[in-house]
């Protein structure tokens, strides 16, 4: 049995393993392990270990890795906490594959906890380009991984002129895509009436006839002193537009704190008729069809980037936390300043739904990686740069 680990820090990292990890459990030859860390483990941020429970997946460790604080110097602190852990935890496993996502900073420390133990490392959505200091950790997960899986032929080719070795690079697309073309779209009712929503209702005036946003915005670790005003704009020109919406907490980055803070002084101007629920994460079921009836996606998520273009839904990216990214032709960009926020909102609601775009893959990402894990030579911890 060829043993790999999945290393899992957020409920977005997580939404986009599970597929491969579903099928990692199905295909012969193949032993799933898991280690759960990060933001998984923290209260505020959702307790979303219990998702991965509720999932049926095994939990082999529980690190935690995150130092709270949500500071630049916390941060940094923190991939020096995921190091140390996860050398301890990878010498008791002993994977023959160490499978990571994306570009967050514990991703990098669990990478260079692997590569430092002569583990091969296995790497989804690398040669991608964003802004923030995701954009230089990806690329350095791309230089400690030695198995690629990027997720359209943009970031391939990337990879290949950052030197990585083309027999090791494979273009599955997105295994996100794979997870919301599977999911049971629902009536609106179905959001309005499950419990994470009606017990809300008591503070939230939801209107369940009434159209809605969705709100996702994370701090921008370049622009760190900027973070609280930028979502003083934001909320500001919400209260404009006079929508319902669901927000979504932001993630553990450097700058959370100061997002945080705006939202909870906020009422001085916002809270006369609550529209707005803050929620810390959903199950992805009920998120996917969240996204599928709302009017459109306001924030600067990967979500706008990727997953609403498969459901045609508007999207107002703000600021620069996804510069580089693919632009579909569903993704309006604006500066964060309220005006231009507000006037964006109103415009791209009026449009309704976009023609839908395949652009991150076909929703069999998961099954590729998983036969590619189970049949490939595994290379040599030994890494070598190709021209």
Request: contains cysteine; proline residues 5%; aromatic residues 8%.
């Amino acid at each position: 049995m060829r043993k790999i680990c999945v290393f899992t820090g957020t409920r977005a990292d997580y939404s986009r393993l599970y597929s491969v990890m579903r099928t990692i459990q199905q295909t012969p030859g193949l032993e799933l392990h898991t280690v759960v860390a990060g933001m998984h483990l923290i209260e505020k941020h959702g307790l979303t270990v219990n998702q991965i429970r509720e999932d049926n997946f095994p939990i082999d460790h529980e690190v935690f890795t995150l130092i709270e604080g949500e500071t630049l110097e916390t941060m940094t602190k923190s991939v020096g906490l995921t190091i140390t852990e996860m050398a301890t935890v990878l010498r008791h496993v002993r994977p023959d594959v160490l499978l990571v996502h994306g570009d967050r900073f514990e991703v990098f420390g669990a990478a260079v906890a692997g590569s430092m133990l002569n583990i091969p490392i296995a790497h989804l959505q690398g040669g991608e380009v964003t802004g923030s200091i995701d954009e230089s950790l990806r690329h350095a997960i791309t230089k400690l991984a030695h198995i690629h899986f990027p997720s359209n032929p943009d970031a391939r080719e990337r990879l290949t002129r950052l030197g990585e070795n083309p027999e090791m690079i494979f273009c599955v697309g997105c295994p996100m895509v794979d997870k919301i073309l599977e999911v049971e779209i629902k009536p609106r009712e179905h959001i309005f009436g499950s419990p994470m929503v009606t017990v809300a209702n008591d503070v939230i005036h939801y209107e369940p006839d009434s159209p809605y946003l969705l709100v996702i915005y994370h701090p921008v670790t370049s622009t760190f002193e900027d973070n609280y005003t930028h979502t003083i704009e934001l909320l500001k020109a919400v209260q404009d537009v006079d929508r319902q919406a669901f927000w979504l907490w932001p993630n553990a980055d450097a700058g959370a704190r100061e997002i945080v803070r705006a939202i909870k002084t906020s009422n001085n101007f916002f809270w006369e008729n609550i529209k707005i629920g803050f929620y810390r994460s959903f199950p992805i079921d009920l998120f996917v069809n969240i996204l599928n009836h709302c009017s459109c996606v306001v924030g600067n998520s990967s979500v706008g980037m990727r997953e609403a273009c498969y459901f045609g839904k508007p999207v107002v990216n703000i600021g620069s936390r996804q510069d580089g990214r693919i632009r579909t032709r569903n993704i309006r960009d604006v500066v964060p300043q309220r005006e231009a926020i507000r006037e964006a909102i109103l415009q791209q609601c009026e449009v309704g739904r976009y023609p839908v775009d395949y652009v991150y893959g076909d929703g069999n990402a998961g099954r590729r990686i998983a036969e590619i894990l189970a049949t490939i030579d595994l290379p040599s911890p030994q890494k070598k740069i190709t021209y």
